[in-house]
Each structure stands twice: as C-alpha cells, then as structure tokens.
C-alpha cells in the first residue's frame, strides 16, 4: 500500500478545521494524533529496519504505521462535538465511532486509495477499533496483531505525556480539590501491584484514574517502547503525584518503588 503523507496530512487538517480548535479537548486531540504517529513510526522502524525485507518494503510497513497513528483517534472529534466529553463511559466508544465515520461513511478514500481486497485495509479497521480495548481478542493473525500493539504502545506512551501536561481535573471532569484529596481505592491497589493495567470498571476515586495511567506502562509490548517511555520520564513526574492526602503520597511512594526499585 503506498501512502502519501502529505495527503495524509492535508485530508486530517481540513477534517479538524470543522472543529472548534479553541476548545481545549479539541486541541489536546489534534496534537495527539500528530504524537501517536510518530511514536507509530519510532516503533515500527525499530521493528521493520533491522529485518531482512528490503528498504522499500520496510518503509512501506513504517508508513502503514504512521498512518494508523493519524487515523486512530478520528472519532474523538465528533465525540466532543456531540458529547463534549473524552469520556467513552459517559457518551460513546469513540474507536467504535471512528471506524464509523471513516468505514461505514467512507472517510478513509478521502487518505488513501481503498482496495477492498487488500488485507492491509482490515488491518487498519482492526488497529483503530481495539486500540483502546482492554485486551485485543486473542485469534487475530501475527500481522494484525503487530499493527495492533504498535498503536497501543504509541497511544499509551502519548498518553503519559498528556497526563503530565494537560490538567487532570479537565481530563476527568472533577475538581482539582476532589482529586488532590482523594485517596487510592483497595482494589486499583492490589491490581497495581499485580503490575497489571487497571480495568475502568474497578476505578472508584478520582485518583484511580491516575493510576490507571501510570499502570498503562505494564502493557508495553515492545522494548523499544519501554526504552522510549524511560527516556520520556513522564512516569516518573505521575508517580510524584503531588496529592494534599498522606496516605496518598505514600500509597505512591510505594507505587514508585515497585515500578521503579
């Protein structure tokens, strides 16, 4: 599949020109997108560079990455136009969304040139529908797959950036004096230390979501990716997560130590 970038990028400025780009969730999406393929890029280069297909073949797999990365979060657009949310639980899955709106509404002939018989096409569906799954399903084939944990790493890896720069209270729609009082649920805790990501539905306090976050870091796949979020050090500054609660701070402080020794 060739892919021109610059037509890539053209198509996604004028889909985002129609949104409100003073809105600061807007924003935040617009600049993530542009994150996430370059993460996608970083990863895939590491794993198509050193492989032995030949140097045409191996930046057509880092571009088929970079482009995934562009598309991935399409639907958060329209989620915040409707719902003024990010918040899948209280509107919809915005990945169900984007496969919606560049499928089913035929947005994505608008990027690329669509061959319906080409398999690289049900790859891209499979890597925008479960990029931000809990687990993705267990039967896809190994190429799929790939595609699929690259997007995830890169999202993941953006997504600690995000929660360094962007105010959490207007992430999680609370109060900044809910979430620096509040105190890591029992079972966000336990789950923490079973060095597994934590799964939306046992989020009780304000500050689960933030060790959500941190607990994303489990769930990297790829050493390259684990290499690049140490170097990012956006770890590091959540779990110095500065909170007005005792018991918190130390429920971090040992939070860090098992992450970090």
Known sequence: MKIDREKVKKVFAEYVRHYDAEDPKIRLKILHTYKVSELCEEIAHDLF???EMTEASAQENIDL?????????IG?????RRYHT???AESVSHATLGIEILFEEGMLTRFIKVNPEDPDIGLIRAAIAYHS?????GDLDERTKMYCQILRDADKLDIFR?????????????????????????EVMENFMQRQA????????????????????FELVYPISRKIASHQGYLDRLLDFPSDN????????DMKKFMCG
């Not at 990455?65 to 979060?73: E, K, P, T, V």
């Not at 005792?246 to 402080?253: D, M, P, V, Y």
């Open 133 to 137: 799954d809990y687990r993705i399903p």
């Open 246 to 253: 005792e018991k918190t701070r130390r429920q971090f402080a």
């Open 49 to 51: 560079g050193t492989t």
């Open 76 to 80: 958060r657009f329209e989620q915040v």
């Open 198 to 217: 934590t799964p939306r539905e046992i989020r009780k306090t304000p500050v689960d979501y933030v060790v959500g976050m941190i607990s994303m870091a």
């Open 65 to 73: 990455a970079w482009l995934i990365g562009m598309l991935h979060d």
């Open 162 to 186: 995000v929660n360094c720069e962007t105010p959490l209270e207007d992430i999680y729609h609370i109060s900044k004096e809910e979430l620096m009082h509040a105190e890591v649920s029992e």
């Open 86 to 88: 990010l918040l899948d």
